[in-house]
């Protein structure tokens, strides 16, 4: 059964600072979603990342993808407030023709002026 | 072009009472997933359908949670009788499908219930 791990589950960081969130998951996939979420709203699509050595860069936020180690890493430079959010990974569960997608438990992260 | 669309977006109800809660996925999407996401914890599917068939429910409580997509457009997902568990984001979620090698889901802004 894959299994997914984020963290930290919690981040405050100052505005400026640079940090790294973690997504582990115990099973092979071939794709990585990385979402965000903002208080009672719903999930926004940040990246997709589909291969091996995988990075790809939205403004302060870069996320990788290593497929052997079943690790990505979402992260932050220069952090600004507008960032905070929970941000969460999902692992595309292979077999069949479900796509079917296993979130992380999310990373809430507050940034303090 | 419009998002996916999901109505009520709030519910409050009482244990033992039943509750439905909409959705219209984005125009085209053959995949429609139905996820429950309890404070504090990531998405958790519920149920996914390819048009109108079910692909994946393994994880619908089927004693009480019912769920259908009769024209392979709509849905409706229901809960009767609803407990205190249940309380809980329900979001609605829609992708292309087919053979695509990545099928990106987009989510609608959920219904938040909340049970007595």
């Known amino acids: 059964e894959l299994k997914v791990e984020q963290n930290p589950l919690f981040l405050s960081m100052q505005e400026g600072k640079n940090y790294t969130i973690y997504c582990n998951y115990s099973t092979t996939s071939d794709r990585l979603y990385w979402y965000r979420q903002d208080p009672g709203k719903s999930l926004e699509s940040l990246f997709v990342l589909l291969s091996n050595g995988a990075v790809k860069q939205e403004g302060r936020l870069m996320a990788s993808l290593d497929t052997k180690a079943r690790l990505s890493t979402l992260h932050i430079t220069a952090a600004v407030h507008d960032l905070s959010a929970t941000y969460f990974c999902a692992v595309a569960s292979l077999g069949g023709a479900t796509n079917k997608l296993i979130f992380g438990t999310g990373t809430l992260l507050a940034v303090q002026p | ?116």
Not at chain 2, 40 to 54: A, E, R, S, T, Y
Not at chain 2, 57 to 63: M, T
Request: charged share 20%; hydrophobic share 35%.
């Open chain 2, 1 to 116: 072009e419009a998002g996916v669309a999901q109505s009520p977006r709030y519910k409050i109800i009482e244990k033992r009472q039943s509750v439905a809660f909409w959705c219209n996925p984005i125009s085209g999407h053959a995949t429609l997933y139905w996820y429950q996401q309890i404070l504090g914890q990531g998405p958790k599917l519920l149920i996914q359908f390819q048009n109108n068939g079910v692909v994946d429910d393994s994880q619908l409580p089927k004693d009480r949670f019912s769920a259908e997509r009769l024209k392979g457009v709509d849905s409706t997902l229901k809960i009767q009788p609803a407990k205190l568990e249940d309380s809980a984001v329900y979001l609605c979620a829609s992708s292309v499908g087919g053979s695509r090698s990545y099928n990106e889901q987009f989510f609608g802004p959920g219904t938040r219930l909340t049970v007595l």
